[in-house]
């Protein structure tokens, strides 16, 4: 039997930057890996049944837009082949509704929110006039489990009727409304930041919700704009997700109070910063992949 240290399972074009760099650092740091694509993942379904091919850690970035890859996941999870981000752990923190309500336990701040039920479950609602004052407008209108670069989120939504029409663009969804959140400036810098847990490393980035572009943070950044709190808040996500590898989405505003706006995203958009203009700093990702491999050396 082929035994592999890492599978990598992936789709999405984009991800080619990012595969060719677990490649490369794995491979410099002594270790295996195969890739798993749409160009094989019916060999590979083959050679894992027939017990010609294992790994003892497994990361599906694919698992979630095509059922094939999910039914060789579920097969090497029963081979107790390590999946990173287990499938049932992911389905739990996508979900935006329960996500917001375990936030708050936790002492995590969220915007103010309105969740309601799927179109399919609950044709009618009703949502008073003092709720949609809350809200203030613009407001936010999320589905809570379609995940990844925004999709179906509309970010600048003025009236019930949006409110409607979104509940019946994707009928079997729950949606929630957030109030819109505005950051501080610290620095030059709008206070809107990115963190990422990956394999019990916390790497926080700024990212501007304009723009879309990443800036690397500085260590002595965290100490000057008083952010540790990021990192605390990160850690508690962790250990309420039991995720390997998220991201979560902070603000800070005027009136220095940090508001979790993008609670879990757990297929991270790893373009490189060097091939896309908003990518992510090439270094940020050498730092993941480095926490990876230490994972993975850990584990053997």
């Known amino acids: 039997m082929e035994k592999i240290d890492l599978g990598v399972a992936f789709l999405w074009e984009y991800d080619d930057g990012f595969i060719s760099l677990i490649r490369e650092m794995f491979r410099d740091a002594g270790l295996t890996t195969y890739i ?44 107790k082949t390590h999946i990173f981000n287990p499938y049932h752990n992911v389905l739990h923190a996508i979900d935006k509704a329960s ?25 009618e609602i009703f949502i008073s006039l003092d709720d949609l004052a809350h809200l203030g407008r613009p407001f936010i209108i999320k589905p809570c489990n379609t995940t990844g670069g925004g999709v179906g989120v509309v970010t600048g939504a003025e009236s019930l009727k949006e409110i409607l029409d979104e509940r019946i663009s994707n009928i079997h969804d729950k949606y929630i409304l957030q109030e819109k959140i505005y950051p501080a400036i610290l620095g ?16 926080p ?56 706006i993008d609670y879990v995203n757990d ?15 090439d270094n940020v990702i050498r730092q993941i992949i480095k926490s990876m491999i230490k994972e993975v050396i850990k584990g053997k």
């Not at 809107?192 to 790497?203: A, L, M, V």
């Open 99 to 123: 996500m917001h309500l375990e936030f708050i336990t936790a002492g995590i701040n969220v915007p103010y929110s309105i969740i309601i039920p799927p179109h399919s479950e609950k044709a």
């Open 267 to 281: 297929q991270c958009d790893m373009r490189l910063s060097s091939q896309h203009r908003d990518g992510v700093p």
């Open 205 to 260: 980035v700024w990212w501007d919700d304009q723009t879309h572009l990443y800036k690397e943070m500085k260590s002595d950044e965290i100490v000057k704009f008083k952010l540790k709190k990021l990192i605390k808040f990160t850690k508690l996500i962790a250990e309420n997700t039991k995720l390997d590898f998220f991201s979560t989405e902070f603000v800070l505003t005027d009136d220095n109070k940090f508001i979790a």
């Open 36 to 79: 798993v694509s749409g160009n094989n993942i019916s060999k590979v379904k083959e050679k894992i049944h027939d017990r010609q091919l294992s790994f003892d850690f497994y990361l599906d970035r694919a698992w979630d837009v095509d059922e094939e890859f999910e039914a060789l996941g579920k097969v090497l999870s029963r081979r």
């Open 188 to 203: 030059g810098n709008r206070a809107w930041f990115r963190c990422f847990w990956s394999f019990g490393t916390i790497i």
